[in-house]
Structure formats: C-alpha cells, structure tokens
C-alpha cells in the first residue's frame, strides 16, 4: 500500500463527520431493503442473520484482538449488554417489524426523531444540557427534513397516518438513542473487538424469538431477492455503518453525531432515484441544503461537546 493511499485512508479515519455520512448513507439503504422484503423475511431472522453473517466475517479479523481485550470486556459485561441490545437486537429487529406495516418514508421520519431523543438521554444521563445553538441547529435540520418528507408540501403534508408498524418503528428509534448515548461509556477495547462482542451478543438475544417465527411457520425463502437483502444488511449496514459510526462518536461526540440522522430521508430519496428510478425532485436538494444548515449549526458546539468526551472511550 502506497504512502498516499495511507494517508487518505488516515485521513477519512479521522474524519468524523465523513464518517458518519457513510455510516448514515449504508442505514438509508437499511431501509429500503426492509420495505423491499418486508412481509417476505421474517424480521426476527432478517436481523439474526444479519448480526451472524456479520459477525462471522469478522471474527478472524478480531480474534487477536479479542483474546488481548477479553479481560476489559468481561470487566464491562454491564454496557456491554446493553450495547448489544439496544442497538444490535431491539432496534434493527423492530424497525424490520415495522417496515412490514409501514411504509418507508415513515420510517425515515420517525427515525429523524432520534437526534432529539439522543440529546433528551444525555441531558438526563450526563447532566449535559444542550447550548442554544445545538438547539437551532436540530430545528434547522428537522424543517429540512420535514421539507423532504411532504415533498415540498411542508404546511400541506402527505396525510401520514400513524400505524402499528410507525409505533414500532418509534420503539425502535428509542433504543437506538440509548444505544449512541451508552457508546460513550464503552471499555477501550479495540474497535473490532466491540462490533463481534455486540453482535454475537445480539444475535444471542435474538435466538429464542426467530425460534418461535420458525415455529409459526415464517422462514426467509430462498429466492434470489431475499438472500441478496440478507447479504446487504449484512455487510453495509452491519459492519461498514456500525465501524463508521462508533468512531464518529468517538471523534465528535453522541449529540452532534445524532444530528446526521437527519440526512437518512435525503440518502434515501436519492437511493431510491439512483436503484428504483424514482425522480428526484428540487425539496429533496432544497432539504439537503437545509439539513447541511442544520449540521453546521450544530457542529459549532462541537468544541464542547468533544472536549466533555476527552479521556472517556466513546
């Protein structure tokens, strides 16, 4: 490997709002998988597949690393317990659930709903309110957001209706709010040796409940469209967004890194342009613009919330 290409990939490495664009950009495409197969795959076993494929490919990456850190990760088996459940078993597993009775653009609103949720746990938890500019900058971002979501219809709307799978989708979003906030108390253990650790775990977690979809009758088909589902989910937005976002976390903090969940609806709109041949229309650039605002905005906080995560793994 050349010394340029080391360099570039120290650089995206250290880079945490590219990072957490590609974190984000693999999660849009989450969705839209979900809604594709949903009500074909069986959620439970969509996500266990998931997290044991993924953790399968990893696993003689991380090997040496997990048998260096064993003895930290047994010390924090508490967080990381929670890690695993709150971001690895509940929330794919539900949002999965949800996107079978929902459709997917609902599910990429409620999920922008999770930046306010990871501010509300850290005020709560850390005692860190958020400063006022913080506060602009995420009602910048949902008006961009929300600019996306009606379609350039922000006072009209799309006449959402809120379903069962919208309410599951929010549980979801709720869990994962804990999950980003509970990352900045993780031991210091290598990167790999966390993502095998939580997804193992999680997909432990998930066992007995795809035992009981398997014994009503649901098992995912094997068809060219939902093996190819359970290799993306697995790959992208296992291993290559979870990588990208525990080190955004890492580098600018659980609150200004929330705020890139607001580009979900805006990766998604152009997902759907560039692999369904959907149009994509002047909000969706408009909304992108807005939430780029939005990220700005509270991104000049961002001095202080990173300096509050000096000397605490994230």
Not at 53 to 68: K, Q, S, T, V
Not at 164 to 174: K, N, P, Q, S, T
């Amino acid at each position: 490997m050349t010394s340029e290409r080391v360099g570039v990939l120290s650089w995206i490495y250290a880079s945490g709002p590219l990072l957490l664009c590609v974190a984000v950009l693999g999660w849009s495409g989450n969705f839209v998988v979900g809604r594709l197969v949903g009500g074909q795959v069986p959620p439970v076993q969509l996500a266990l597949a998931r997290w044991v494929i993924a953790g399968a490919i990893l696993l003689p990456f991380a090997w040496r690393h997990l048998r260096a850190d064993a003895r930290r990760l047994r010390r924090h088996w508490r967080v990381l317990t929670v890690l695993s459940v709150t971001g690895v078993a509940v929330f794919n597993t539900l949002v999965y659930r949800g996107l079978e009775t929902t459709t997917a653009v609902n599910g990429l609103l409620l999920q922008s709903v999770c930046p306010v949720l990871i501010i509300v746990v850290t005020a709560l938890l850390h005692r860190e309110p958020p400063r006022a500019v913080q506060l602009v900058g995420l009602v910048v971002s949902l008006a961009g957001v929300w600019l996306v979501i009606t379609r350039g219809e922000p006072f009209g709307g799309l006449g959402l209706r809120v379903t069962v799978g919208d309410l599951w989708i929010l549980l979801a979003v709720a869990s994962y709010a804990v999950y980003t906030v509970a990352l900045r108390s993780r031991p210091p253990v290598h990167p790999l040796s966390l993502l095998v650790v939580t997804f193992g775990a999680g997909a432990l977690v998930l066992l007995p409940f795809a035992a009981v979809e398997v014994a009503g009758g649901r098992t995912i088909p094997l068809t060219p469209g939902a093996l190819a589902a359970v290799a993306y989910v697995a790959v992208i937005p296992s291993i290559v967004s979870y990588a990208c976002f525990n080190r955004g976390v890492e580098l600018i903090g659980g609150a200004r890194a929330g705020q890139f969940l607001h580009l979900m609806p805006v990766f998604g709109a152009v997902l759907a342009f560039v692999f369904v041949g959907e149009r994509l229309w002047w909000f969706h650039l408009v909304g992108a613009a807005i939430i780029a605002a939005g990220l700005w905005l509270s991104g000049r906080s961002g001095r202080r919330v990173r300096s509050a995560t000096d000397g605490k793994p994230a």
